[in-house]
């Protein structure tokens, strides 16, 4: 069993918007996203997304208005519900959990979708 630093994972990366794995709790995936800028309007249609910022600040855009996360606080985004992260920020650190094989774009397909996550 080996512990896992995030200030040490983080540094592994520099690329924004493409989760990395760190670790499994049952059978949902811990990853590790680097942010900057806004991403693309989504949903999941299947999975709840939670959404802990470790750096920076991060705008989760809603239809029905916008939450601000700071460091140390998360978001739980429901199944269904569509939103648009943003960096509020030069950069947001953020550790994800969601069920194992959640596409990062949901039920969108574009140039920011990552088909094959990487680990760290």
């Known amino acids: 069993m080996d512990k896992v630093n995030l200030a040490d994972k983080f540094a592994r990366f520099a ?6 794995i760190v670790g499994t709790v049952n059978d949902m995936d811990v990853k590790l996203v680097k942010l900057r800028g806004a991403f693309v309007w989504h949903h999941h ?12 600040r991060l705008r989760m ?18 199944r269904g519900v ?11 650190q953020v550790l994800l959990l969601e069920p194992k094989g959640t596409l990062n774009t949901g039920n969108v397909r574009n140039e920011r979708t990552v088909e094959e996550l990487g680990r760290v």
């Open 45 to 56: 249609d299947a999975e709840d997304e939670l959404f802990l910022v470790i750096k920076g």
């Open 15 to 20: 690329d924004a918007w493409s989760p990395k």
């Open 61 to 78: 855009g809603l239809r029905d208005g916008d939450v601000t996360v700071g460091e140390g606080e998360f978001i739980v985004v429901p």
């Open 82 to 92: 569509e939103r648009c992260p943003v960096a509020e920020t030069d950069e947001v």
